[in-house]
């Protein structure tokens, strides 16, 4: 099992910036690729970004590339979501996702566990 905790949300104006984190536990954390995930009010959750397990592989969505910004720190078993040029549209739920393995997906059905979230609110 692994857990996970994620913090950093909350509210900011347009073109802000935010860096949301998530901890993580029950296994070793170099051996997790992890991802992160979004859920707007009435919209499915999306894909945002994805890193590999030594943090040297990195995928984005088209809507956050340039912007946003995933890394992970294995030795505090935590990885970072550095989110700037924030849009009124990114407001959702942020999740933190972890994968078994050493695929690096964007799908959320390739995830195993999931956090249990974090608001991201961005003002117009």
């Known amino acids: 099992q692994v857990q996970l905790v994620e913090s950093g949300g909350g509210l900011v104006q347009a073109g802000g910036s935010l860096r949301l984190s998530c901890g993580a536990s029950?296994?070793?954390?170099?051996?997790?690729?992890m991802g992160w995930f979004r859920q707007a009010p009435g919209k499915e959750r999306e894909f945002v970004a994805t890193?590999?397990?030594?943090?040297?592989?990195?995928y984005y969505a088209d809507t956050v590339k340039g912007r946003f910004t995933i890394s992970r720190d294995n030795a505090k078993n935590t990885v970072y979501l550095q989110m700037n040029s924030l849009k009124p549209e990114d407001t959702a739920v942020y999740y933190c996702?972890?994968?078994?393995?050493?695929?690096?997906?964007?799908?959320?059905?390739?995830?195993?566990?999931w956090g249990q979230g974090t608001q991201v609110t961005v003002s117009s």
């Open positions: 996702a972890a994968k078994i393995g050493y695929q690096v997906p964007t799908s959320r059905s390739e995830y195993d566990y």
């Open positions: 029950g296994r070793t954390f170099s051996t997790i690729v």
């Open positions: 890193i590999n397990r030594l943090g040297t592989v990195t």
